[in-house]
């Protein structure tokens, strides 16, 4: 989510919606966040509006790092396993390169990755259903959107809670998809609806 990509990438408010959805969720869950920046040099800085829930995410307690890439972070995968991640989710652009060769680079070494599609594209939306087909036939790797991942974290987190806790965590989750409901149906419309870039249906048609 670099500078000089907000007038080149499809649908990219509808991907930057779905990428600060996903930064408060980790916000939420204490979760770690990763942000890659490819050849900042020549593509830019991280763009203002994630940086700034990245410095406030991290002002908050939180961890996050930025780090140079081209086409996948060998920095970022040998992190990840070296500390014994087991899961990972994917956003941002562009789909048919950092996503999908960080992706690869992070199943290649035992991590389980699950790919946001509503919150992905590329310069040419083609690429990205393209994309998507291919990673859906890696092994650990799974497609997913931003309001089901959430529930699928949640459900696997809420087993280990109880109580009071475990009620709170559902109100603040609740509050969220409610808060973020109209842009999420925006979202999953321009970039996974029919004519949209990630399309699954017509990336299948295309390669099968």
């Given at each position: 989510?670099?500078?000089?990509?907000?007038?080149?990438?499809?649908?990219?408010?509808?991907?930057?919606?779905?990428?600060?959805?996903?930064?408060?969720?980790?916000?939420?869950?204490?979760?770690?966040?990763?942000?890659?920046?490819?050849?900042?040099?020549?593509?830019?800085?991280?763009?203002?509006?994630?940086?700034?829930?990245?410095?406030?995410?991290?002002?908050?307690?939180?961890?996050?790092?930025?780090?140079?890439?081209?086409?996948?972070?060998?920095?970022?995968?040998?992190?990840?396993?070296?500390?014994?991640?087991?899961?990972?989710?994917?956003?941002?652009?562009?789909?048919?390169?950092?996503?999908?060769?960080?992706?690869?680079?992070?199943?290649?070494?035992?991590?389980?990755?699950?790919?946001?599609?509503?919150?992905?594209?590329?310069?040419?939306?083609?690429?990205?259903?393209?994309?998507?087909?291919?990673?859906?036939?890696?092994?650990?790797?799974?497609?997913?959107?931003?309001?089901?991942?959430?529930?699928?974290?949640?459900?696997?987190?809420?087993?280990?809670?109880?109580?009071?806790?475990?009620?709170?965590?559902?109100?603040?989750?609740?509050?969220?998809?409610?808060?973020?409901?109209?842009?999420?149906?925006?979202?999953?419309?321009?970039?996974?609806?029919?004519?949209?870039?990630?399309?699954?249906?017509?990336?299948?048609?295309?390669?099968d």
């Open positions: 989510m670099q500078g000089d990509y907000r007038e080149l990438v499809h649908q990219f408010p509808s991907v930057l919606a779905t990428v600060l959805r996903m930064i408060r969720f980790a916000e939420m869950l204490r979760i770690p966040v990763f942000t890659t920046l490819f050849w900042p040099s020549v593509y830019g800085a991280c763009i203002p509006e994630v940086d700034s829930a990245l410095s406030e995410w991290n002002s908050e307690g939180g961890f996050f790092a930025k780090i140079e890439s081209f086409g996948n972070s060998r920095e970022l995968t040998n992190k990840l396993k070296r500390d014994n991640f087991s899961h990972a989710m994917i956003c941002g652009v562009e789909a048919h390169i950092g996503i999908e060769g960080q992706a690869r680079a992070l199943a290649m070494v035992g991590i389980t990755v699950h790919v946001i599609a509503d919150g992905i594209s590329s310069c040419n939306q083609e690429e990205v259903p393209l994309s998507l087909v291919r990673l859906r036939k890696l092994d650990r790797t799974s497609i997913s959107t931003s309001e089901s991942i959430i529930f699928y974290v949640i459900d696997a987190l809420g087993e280990r809670m109880q109580g009071d806790e475990r009620k709170q965590l559902f109100t603040e989750i609740l509050y969220l998809l409610t808060e973020e409901r109209s842009a999420i149906t925006t979202g999953l419309r321009n970039l996974l609806g029919k004519g949209g870039s990630a399309s699954l249906e017509e990336g299948s048609e295309v390669l």
